[in-house]
C-alpha cells in the first residue's frame, strides 16, 4: 500500500500496539483485566496485579495467609498470564502486602 493511500484504522492500531511501548502497556493490562480469569475467584479478591517490572508480575495481597497460599499458584499464575502477552514473557511474581493507605483515601478527599 502506498503512504499516499489511506490506511485502515484496526491495521495503523495493530502495527502501533505492537511496536510502541504504549501498546505493550495496552497488552499487559489484559491481566488486569482477566485477573479473576488468571487468579480464580477464590484468590482474586484477596490479590491484585500492581505492576509488570522486567519480566515480573507484582501482585499485591492482603495479609500473610493469602500470601501463602497465592505462592503455591505462581506457575499457574505465570501461565495463565502469558497467554495474554505476545512480546515479553513473565517468568516471576513478586507478592507484596497491601498497605493500609493504599486501602483507604486520604481524609481530605472528596
Do not use: C
Request: proline share 6%; glycine share 2%; charged share 35%.
Amino acid at each position: 500500500m502506498s503512504r499516499d493511500e489511506p490506511q485502515d484504522i484496526s491495521e495503523i492500531l495493530k502495527e502501533l500496539k505492537a511496536t510502541t511501548d504504549l501498546g505493550q502497556r495496552l497488552e499487559e493490562a489484559e491481566i488486569w483485566e482477566h485477573w479473576e480469569e488468571i487468579a480464580g475467584p477464590e484468590f482474586a479478591p484477596h490479590a491484585a496485579p500492581v505492576a509488570i517490572r522486567e519480566g515480573t508480575l507484582v501482585i499485591a495481597v492482603d495479609s500473610p495467609v493469602w500470601m501463602h497460599k497465592i505462592s503455591y499458584k505462581k506457575s499457574e499464575i505465570i501461565d495463565k498470564s502469558n497467554k495474554f502477552l505476545s512480546r515479553e514473557k513473565l517468568s516471576e511474581i513478586f507478592l507484596a502486602l497491601r498497605s493500609e493507605a493504599d486501602e483507604k483515601p486520604p481524609e481530605n478527599s472528596l
